[in-house]
C-alpha cells in the first residue's frame, strides 16, 4: 500500500519507515505510527492522515476489530460491518467505572453500558462473544505500549503465519471468547469465581501464606473481599 514497514523479524532497520507493526499472541497486532515523534500521538492527532489506513486494514477477511485509543481512558472500536462504538473508563470516589457507548453501530454486540464496575463489566460482557471486552480494551489503550492502531484478528486467522516455520493449528491474543476464556486448576478452595488471569499472582501469593505487594494487579479468589487494584 505505500507505507514503509518496520516488523519482526526485521525489526532493527526503523530509519525511513512510516509504520512499526508488532504481532503479540499472533492474533493481536500493535500498529505504531509516525516513529519520528518523541511523544504518544492520540488518534485525534492521527485520524485525518491515517483514517484511510484503518478502513483498508478493517475490509480485509483478516481483522475483526481496530482499536483506536483518544486517550488513556477513551477507546474507539471499530468493526468492518458493524460500526463504531467508543469505551470509556472514568476514575471516580467509588473507583474505576466503565463505559459502553455505541455510535454508528455497535461492534461488541453488548448494547450501551454506563459507569459499571470492572466487576459489573465483566459480568455484563461475559457470555458476549468478547467477554470482558470493556475492562481489556480500556487497560489496552491506557498502556503505554499499546499502538495507535491495534488490530484483533478474525476467527481462523493469524497474523504472523508467514513467519512461522511450522503451520499453526490455532492461535491466541484477540479479543474472542474463545482467546479471552482461559480454565484454571486449583487445589485450594476459592471464596468467589476467578476472573481474569491477572488475579492468579495475589491468589498463589496467598495460598502460599505470602504478602501480596502493594500495588499488584489482580485480586486473590481465596476471599469474599476485594481489594481495590488495577484489573487488566
Not at 31 to 60: I, K
Not at 135 to 155: D, F, M
Request: hydrophobic fraction near 40%.
Amino acid at each position: 500500500w505505500g507505507w514503509k514497514t518496520l516488523a519482526h523479524p526485521w525489526a532493527f532497520r526503523a530509519k525511513g519507515r512510516d509504520v512499526g507493526v508488532m504481532v503479540s499472541g499472533n492474533a493481536m497486532a500493535h500498529l505504531y505510527l509516525e516513529l519520528a515523534r518523541r511523544e504518544r500521538p492520540w488518534w485525534p492527532q492521527l485520524g485525518f492522515r491515517w483514517n484511510g489506513l484503518v478502513d483498508r486494514l478493517l475490509a480485509l477477511p483478516s481483522v475483526d476489530l481496530a482499536l483506536l485509543p483518544h486517550g488513556a481512558d477513551r477507546c474507539e472500536v471499530r468493526s468492518r460491518d458493524r460500526g463504531i462504538a467508543v469505551v470509556e473508563r472514568e476514575h471516580g470516589r467509588d473507583g474505576v467505572r466503565y463505559s459502553y457507548r455505541p455510535r454508528t453501530g455497535d461492534p461488541l454486540g453488548i448494547g450501551a453500558l454506563e459507569h459499571l464496575s470492572a466487576d459489573d463489566a465483566y459480568d455484563a460482557t461475559i457470555d458476549s462473544d468478547y467477554p470482558d471486552a470493556l475492562v481489556q480494551v480500556a487497560a489496552l489503550a491506557g498502556s503505554p505500549r499499546s499502538g495507535e492502531i491495534v488490530l484483533s484478528a478474525a476467527r481462523g486467522w493469524d497474523f504472523r503465519a508467514k513467519y512461522e516455520p511450522i503451520p499453526h493449528v490455532s492461535s491466541h491474543g484477540a479479543l474472542h471468547r474463545e482467546h479471552m476464556l482461559v480454565p484454571v486448576l486449583t487445589n485450594a478452595p476459592v471464596a468467589r469465581a476467578p476472573r481474569r488471569t491477572v488475579d492468579v499472582m495475589p491468589s498463589a501469593l496467598e495460598a502460599l501464606g505470602l504478602d501480596v505487594p502493594a500495588g499488584l494487579d489482580g485480586e486473590s479468589w481465596l476471599r469474599p473481599g476485594r481489594r481495590k487494584s488495577a484489573v487488566a
